[in-house]
């Protein structure tokens, strides 16, 4: 069966090409839940609700979560709640946007 | 929430009012070099033309390109017919060159070039005002939408009595008339559009959080009261009016520079960047032409009057199009090209899209030729200021080169 891990790891390969880093180091990612039959729901966020790019983000999402050995199919939930804010970063995205 | 990609317009519908739109703002810098600033009156006919050949054929042309694109992410909803974007530009166009012959070379020829202005306009705001029937929740960034349309609806229905009379077909008093039609337009549809907008775009960009809105919300209530104070002053033949009205705009766009510092402040990304700079000096220059407004306002010297404009349409306008286009078209173009190559093979991020020696050389032209110009309107003299358009045409030239390299982009 799939890991948690697995999955966050294959999603990092995923970057917003607007700032250029990946959505796991953006701290967009919130949780991934993996049911026994390989199926998961990848529960993220967006840096702003006007993203223009909201759609093919989540596309993307569920393509890297799909391509985890063990995942069956992938449904991506965005939520706006918590509201995704720059602590949530990793400390390195922090210190290269010059926060 | 779901703000859905498949309501985005296709490219080749929108990438055209960015290029023509960067034609004309070149075009439109090459005009100025027969200004003579040593004789410069609002009313003459080859300033008119300018401000027509800039604000309607670079301006408008940019925000209505920007709002066939961004118009669903604001609104959450497609637009009700975005194939008539497809005839709104080369109407705009066409109109914009028969408004430049009417105004330089035969009056005739201005009710037509503005009937056409007109018309595009008409079919521009019918698609915006049927699109926001179908909005579900409205926000400050659609009723900025609602209240900017509506403004630039009876500015263009004045545009249109002004070039009748112009054109001696009817007998109005076109000063009167030109307030209004300039505060319509300027004040009721550029600039809310411009605080609509940005506030969407400066907090998506900067990945700013945490901030109120409360500033820009009374900005925008002051500048449609305002417009509507004008408008009301015109009608009534009541100057008065029109001083609160003018006053009230001022403090309008003072609320609406405190927003922007708070956006700023409250920023993630403090690198600065191509599009940082231009909006740090779009708003400088805005703020430089509120205070040279003022000046002309307390001490009635005309030449103030004309730096206060050419500042807010040469420098705030010009840097606050800039860049974003900076950020715009790149995105566009990724989105055509690339999309759909990722995960597959390496994509290019969006910033190395852009050409960076171009733009910085677009920055440093246009900073420098806005000082320069500006110099020469001050101390009316032609020499000095076309040594800044000089300048200012190499900006044009640099920002032109940019735009076509990233249209151009191919990944390596």
Partial sequence: MATKEEVFESISHVKDPEVGFNLVEMGLIYDVDIAENGNCVVTMTLSTKACPMHQLIAQWVKEAAEKVEGINEAEVNVVWEPAWNPSMADEHVKVAMGG | ??????????????????????????????????????????????????????????????????????????????????????????????????????????????????????????????????????????????????LANISLLMGIIIGIVMALA???????????????????????????????????LLPM???????????????????????????FSV?????????IGYGLSVIAIIAYLMQIQTIYQKRARKIQDIYSYSMIL?????????????VFFFMDIQKFLYLSVWLLLIGFFSFMISGHLYKIVPFLVWFEKFADLVGKEKVPMLVDMVPDRATYMQLGFVLIGIIISSLGILFSNNELFKAGVSFLFMGAVFFMYAVIYILKFESK
């Fill in chain 2, 235 to 243: 009608i009534l033949s009541i100057e008065l009016i029109a001083y």
């Fill in chain 2, 166 to 200: 112009y054109a001696g077909q009817i007998d109005v008093n076109i000063s009167a008339l030109l307030v209004a039609h300039i505060y319509l337009v300027v004040g009721g549809y550029i600039i809310i559009s411009i605080m609509g907008l940005s506030m969407i």
């Fill in chain 2, 282 to 294: 779009s708003y400088t220059f805005l703020l430089l032409s509120v205070l040279f407004g003022l």
């Fill in chain 2, 205 to 231: 960009f900067g990945l700013s959080h945490g901030y109120v809105n409360n500033a820009v919300k009374i900005a925008v209530s002051l500048m449609s009261i305002s417009v509507i104070l004008v408008l």
């Fill in chain 2, 1 to 146: 929430m779901n703000i859905s990609q498949e309501f985005a317009p296709p490219y080749k519908l929108v990438i055209p009012y960015f290029i023509v739109g960067v034609v004309f703002y070149l075009v439109s810098i090459m005009y100025t070099f027969g200004f003579d600033v040593s004789q410069l009156h609002y009313q003459d006919p080859a300033v008119l033309a300018w401000v027509h050949l800039y604000l309607l054929g670079f301006v408008m042309m940019i925000i209505f390109g920007a709002m066939a694109q961004l118009l669903p992410v604001v609104l959450e909803v497609g637009h009700f017919g975005v194939e008539f974007f497809y005839v709104i530009w080369p109407l705009l166009a066409v109109g914009t060159f028969l408004m430049m012959g009417g105004f330089v070379f035969v009056p005739a020829l201005l009710p037509y070039g503005g009937t056409v202005v007109l018309i595009s306009m008409l079919i521009f705001i019918f698609d915006i005002f049927m699109t926001l029937r179908n909005v579900k929740e409205f926000n400050l960034s659609v009723t900025t939408v609602l």
